[in-house]
């Protein structure tokens, strides 16, 4: 599976953005999906995970709850993350990441669990 991240950028606190992440390969389905940030000097942090069924199997770390946002779309092999109410501490690079999942409503948090990383995509949140 290789992935592509797509949507970042440069935006306002209190402003929002939209990024994609484009899966290649087969079987996107089989796939949970998760998004993963890594801010300068820190490391790599869980943000959110679909379950490979996507709808409300999700998981969210508490720093985005209520402001952030998974889906998944399987015919188009495209997962996204809606990021709303952006503050300056959202500034980061972002990772889209996939883990083979042998069940339907499993929603990885942890880095290692994840087998595929796409490149990542710099968002920066200015006060």
């Known amino acids: 599976v290789q992935l592509v991240e797509s949507g970042g950028g440069l935006v306002q606190a209190g402003g929002y953005l939209r990024l994609s992440c484009a899966a290649s390969?087969?079987?996107?389905?089989?796939?949970?999906m998760g998004w993963f940030r890594q801010a300068p000097g820190k490391e790599r942090e869980f943000v959110v995970s679909?379950?490979?069924?996507?709808?409300?199997?999700?998981k969210y770390s508490d720093s985005v709850k209520g402001r952030f946002t998974i889906s998944r779309d399987n015919a188009k092999n495209t997962v996204y993350l809606q990021m709303n109410s952006l503050v300056p501490d959202d500034t980061a690079i972002y990772y889209c990441?996939?883990?083979?999942?042998?069940?339907?409503?499993?929603?990885?948090?942890?880095?290692?669990?994840?087998?595929?990383w796409g490149q990542g995509t710099m968002v920066t949140v200015s006060s």
């Open positions: 390969g087969r079987a996107f389905n089989k796939y949970s």
């Open positions: 679909i379950s490979r069924s996507g709808g409300m199997n999700t």
């Open positions: 990441a996939a883990n083979y999942a042998r069940t339907g409503f499993y929603t990885p948090s942890l880095a290692h669990e994840y087998s595929y």
